[in-house]
């Protein structure tokens, strides 16, 4: 039973015995006080779950005792007498905050009704503090974010510093580094933890939908809206809207988010009224938006209406010495959750998975560790159990450079051609070895052209060009 003890606050003598014997009987510990002034010293003085007052009482009334508890006691369910059978003093109470009102002369049977009606509320308010707890303490950052290296440490940084406030944060890193995982943890730890998190992915919705999926839509707003559907925005109210690859979003639509961000709300598509929402945004993405910015693919406004605090996660290969880390995590779980044997991995086995250059970042290395957790029989992981991390065999520190491996082949080639006759070879030559190049690096970059151009050490516009001219196909996988 959450509910124990209980005042009961009455200026008339009658009121207070009657409750005191059959609350008492019921096991409440129960206290008296025959007018406001006494109820408020007691409260003060112990701690009470519930407080039965009547609303006209001597000194303070019941009203204003009322409005005392909630200013310093607001955790104090509160429950109101009147003598007066019309519903002015009862709704007023409500208005206040009680938590109910029973008029006299009542019935026990009425004031039992509501106090098991507390008591529930009581358990279910209590489950609920539970659950958040439990939440929090499994989003606890070093629960769920692995690592201890210095880039790691900057992280946790502001992160601790940014999740208990309510601003817009910018999250930025390469595909696969724990956006979303930085996302949830800063909502999780904040204090709209128990209200919804939503993610939206704004590159994988098609442009002609992205709009209705932010903001709703009302019923014959386009073929096929058949009836009202509230947005992302509408549902996150309250909470945190997670908004992926927002560096993807159109510009007409950024102008939108900006409008949403400025004014806290919204207008569903199709419709003219605005709809107030109450939420936090958490934005990512893997491109650099500065250079979107210049470009103008992406509204400067905008830009640093979200770039209010940034966090930028390091890629797996820039903090190697936390792979051990992240491979004793990846274990434990697939251990715990699904039985497997490998409960950690050789020597040379660590030193492979930590030399290995890791494109996917910690989620290709997660994807790694459970195919091989999954097909290896042994308690520790071999270097058998990862072929594709494997280096080429015959591969030594004495192989040949890159320079005189280009000049073999190409020696190869040409032997077979009469250079006396070609007049453009020089291009011909750098044509055959951008395409290549360039592959690799969109490859290693997952299609991120900033990125790549900031490698290539060339112009972003330049970049774009060389992909038409050379017919490069950035779809294939």
Not at 178 to 194: D, Q, T, W, Y
Not at 341 to 364: I, Y
Request: aromatic letters at 6%; hydrophobic letters at 40%.
């Amino acid at each position: 039973m959450s509910i124990h003890r209980i005042l009961v606050a009455d200026d008339e003598e009658s009121i207070r015995w009657v409750l005191s014997k059959a609350l008492s009987k019921q096991g409440y510990a129960v206290e008296l006080a025959a007018d406001g002034t006494e109820a408020l010293e007691l409260i003060r003085k112990k701690k009470f779950d519930l407080a039965v007052l009547d609303i006209k009482m001597p000194g303070i009334t019941g009203l204003d005792l009322l409005n005392r508890i909630q200013e310093e006691y607001p955790g104090l369910l509160v429950v109101i007498m009147t003598a007066e059978s019309t519903m002015k003093n009862a709704v007023e109470a409500m208005k206040r905050g009680a938590y109910d009102y029973i008029t006299k002369p009542f019935d026990l049977d009425a004031l039992d009704a509501i106090i098991l009606k507390a008591n529930k509320a009581t358990d279910v308010s209590e489950e609920v503090q539970r659950l958040k707890h439990e939440l929090k303490e499994h989003y606890q950052l070093d629960r769920t974010i692995i690592g201890k290296s210095r880039p790691m440490q900057e992280v946790y940084k502001v992160l601790g510093k940014v999740a208990p406030s309510d601003v817009t944060v910018l999250v930025t890193g390469e595909s696969g580094t724990g956006k979303e995982l930085v996302a949830r943890a800063i909502h999780f730890n904040s204090p709209r933890l128990g209200q919804p998190f939503l993610a939206l992915n704004c590159a994988a919705i098609p442009r002609e939908l992205l709009e209705s999926e932010l903001f709703g839509f009302e019923k014959g707003a386009f073929t096929g809206a058949t009836e009202r559907k509230s947005g992302k925005f509408e549902q996150a109210d309250g909470g945190t809207l997670f908004l992926d690859e927002i560096g993807d979003m159109p510009l007409e639509l950024q102008a939108k988010l900006l409008r949403v961000l400025q004014e806290k709300e919204i207008t569903r598509t199709g419709g003219s009224t605005t709809i107030p929402v109450n939420v936090r945004i958490v934005a990512a993405t893997n491109q650099d938006l500065k250079e979107q910015v210049k470009a103008k693919e992406f509204r400067e406004d905008l830009y640093y209406r979200l770039n209010v605090v940034p966090i930028s996660l390091p890629a797996l290969r820039e903090r190697p010495d936390d792979i051990p880390l992240l491979v004793e995590f990846f274990l434990e779980r697939m251990h715990n959750e699904q039985g497997v044997a490998a409960r950690g991995c050789t020597a040379d086995t660590m030193a492979l998975l930590q030399k290995h250059s890791w494109p996917g970042n910690v989620r290709e290395l997660e994807n790694s560790i459970q195919r091989a957790a999954l097909l290896s029989p042994n308690q520790l992981l071999t270097p058998e159990d990862f072929p594709i991390l494997e280096p080429e065999s015959g591969a030594s520190d004495n192989d040949e450079s890159l320079e005189s491996l280009i000049a073999h082949k190409l020696h190869c080639s040409l032997s077979q051609m009469n250079v006396q006759e070609l007049d453009n070879l020089y291009e011909m030559v750098l044509h055959q070895m951008e395409r290549p190049l360039i592959n690799i690096v969109m490859d290693k970059t997952r299609g991120n052209q900033v990125r790549a151009a900031e490698i290539l050490g060339i112009n972003r516009n330049t970049l774009r060009k060389k992909i038409q001219t050379l017919e490069i196909d950035l779809k294939k996988e």
